[in-house]
């Protein structure tokens, strides 16, 4: 699901932001910056990473050229995010790119100001990350895939293949404790709920 702003009005942003810079600003920075934070490491987001510049060619930007990206991972280490997203934001970026729930809910803390866009797989309404779908409000929108939401129907499709199961074991990253807590009231009300017990 797609909501606030599209691609073009993304690259607009982005344009849009570097012009507005002071020009004292402008004369130290001689393209726009754009910020990527992630809490993977480059090598599991290298294909991410290799369709995020093709989708900026594909508007004119070529890094290195006429934008500058700085990358920053934390190697899944997601305590790093904070110190990283302050250093994003210090480098007073045009936009910043989060390629993962814990680095958009990271760079929200850090920043009201610099417009961040994500890619979350649950629903950002629930997490805090935005206001509204419709409406996100603030300096945030993006893209959610909703991975979080199908966690009931893979529970549903768990128990038809094997309806004598009683327990269920589900792992959840404790660094990311808003979406882990999401998924395990996820799991208890559609265990309680939806599946039934034979």
């Given amino acids: ?21 002071p020009l004292a600003a402008r ?3 001689a ?9 993977a490491t480059f090598e599991t987001m290298r294909e991410y990473v290799a369709a995020f510049r093709r989708g900026l060619a594909d508007e ?3 890094e290195g050229r006429n934008v500058a990206i700085e990358y ?5 280490y997601d305590d790093r995010l904070p110190a990283l997203a302050t250093d994003l934001v210090r480098r007073q970026p045009a936009v910043i790119a989060a390629s993962t729930t814990p680095s958009a809910l990271a760079l929200k803390e850090a920043t009201q100001t610099v417009p961040i866009v994500f890619v979350v797989g649950t629903d950002p309404v629930k997490i805090g990350l935005v206001a509204r779908l419709a409406q996100p409000g603030g300096n945030i929108t993006g893209i959610t895939v909703l991975n979080v ?8 499709l768990m128990h038809d293949v094997m309806p004598s199961s009683t327990t269920i074991a589900v792992l959840l990253n404790p660094a990311n404790i808003r979406q882990a807590a999401t998924e395990r009231t996820i799991v ?8 039934p017990v034979s």
Avoid: H
Wanted: aromatic residues 12%; hydrophobic residues 45%; positive net charge.
């Fill in 1 to 21: 699901m797609t909501f606030g702003i599209g691609r073009r009005q993304f690259i607009t942003l982005l344009g849009g932001a570097a012009a507005a810079w």
């Fill in 72 to 76: 920053r991972w934390t190697e899944n």
């Fill in 27 to 29: 004369a130290q920075q």
């Fill in 31 to 39: 393209m726009p910056v754009i910020g990527y934070l992630s809490g």
């Fill in 60 to 62: 004119g930007f070529f």
């Fill in 149 to 156: 939401e199908l966690i009931a129907k893979s529970l549903e």
């Fill in 188 to 195: 208890q009300d559609t265990a309680r709920t939806s599946v």
